[in-house]
């Protein structure tokens, strides 16, 4: 009897503890994410990478808050000219909940930044279909 007892304290603690932790690496990811939009709305774009990794990495965002996450970091490796870097973010966003048309402007500023003008445009215009409201860059 006094076995089972201790069992189930033991039971109860871990589960206690592990939703500790859970919450503690949600907080911490969360305030890593705001510090990351934070760089990227100042144009401080390698501080919001710095920022973003860390959030992405602690694996504590909830799935709408990690693509803004992804989006914000290809956004900010376009201005950095790390087309690769942006281009594995919008593959991975790409499986989520991120606005179709968002990911297709996107990868049409990175194929802007390759030089590759024409496939741009190609991007930018299936983008406008789905959502009028995408400009065109003013390099196209």
Same mark, same amino acid.
């Given at each position: 009897m006094l076995r089972n007892c201790f069992l189930l304290l033991l039971i109860i603690c871990s589960v206690g503890c592990a939703r500790d932790q859970i919450a503690a690496?949600?907080?911490?990811?969360e305030q890593e994410f705001q510090l990351g939009r934070e760089a990227f709305e100042k144009k401080d774009?390698?501080?919001a990478t710095r920022h @973003? &990794?860390?959030?992405?990495?602690?694996q504590g965002l909830n799935? +709408?808050?990690? $693509?803004e996450a992804l989006m914000m970091r290809a956004k900010?490796?376009?201005q950095l000219g790390r087309p690769t870097e942006a281009l594995?973010? @919008? &593959?991975?966003?790409?499986?989520g909940p991120a606005?179709?048309? +968002?990911?297709? $402007?996107?990868r049409g500023d990175v194929a802007i930044l390759q030089g590759d003008l024409e496939e741009g445009r190609r991007l930018y215009s299936k983008a406008q279909k789905l959502n009028p409201?995408?400009?065109?860059?003013?390099t196209l």
């Open positions: 690496k949600t907080r911490s990811s774009y390698d501080g @973003l &990794d860390v959030a992405l990495q602690q799935a +709408d808050l990690a $693509a900010s490796n376009i594995r973010d @919008l &593959d991975e966003v790409s499986k606005p179709r048309e +968002d990911v297709l $402007a996107t409201a995408i400009k065109l860059p003013e």
